[in-house]
């Protein structure tokens, strides 16, 4: 689900999107090479688990698209 090409990635890059924390909350820039939370060790999510709504804000506590809260999700895929 996240393996874009190069190409891709690099268009996208004009709009921020970040990977989040679902544990303690803390986001990094989606360009970060960070996987998993150097706090806890927790898989970031990179978009909603529910509904693939990218993270574009760091500060991102609820899914934007759904209203998920993303400190109860876990990254199933
Ligand atoms: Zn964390
Ligand atoms: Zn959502």
């Not at 190409?7 to 960070?34: D, F, M, N």
Request: hydrophobic letters at 30%; proline letters at 6%; a positive charge.
């Amino acid at each position: 689900m996240d393996k874009l090409p190069e190409a891709a990635r690099q268009r996208r890059s004009q709009t921020r999107h970040y990977r989040l924390c679902p544990r303690c909350g803390r986001a990094v820039l989606s360009t970060s090479a960070e996987r998993y939370c150097i706090h806890d060790g927790t898989w970031l999510l990179s978009s909603c688990p529910l509904c693939g709504a990218p993270i574009i804000s760091p500060n991102t506590r609820f899914c934007a698209g759904c209203g998920l809260e993303l400190s109860d999700a876990q990254d199933r895929s």
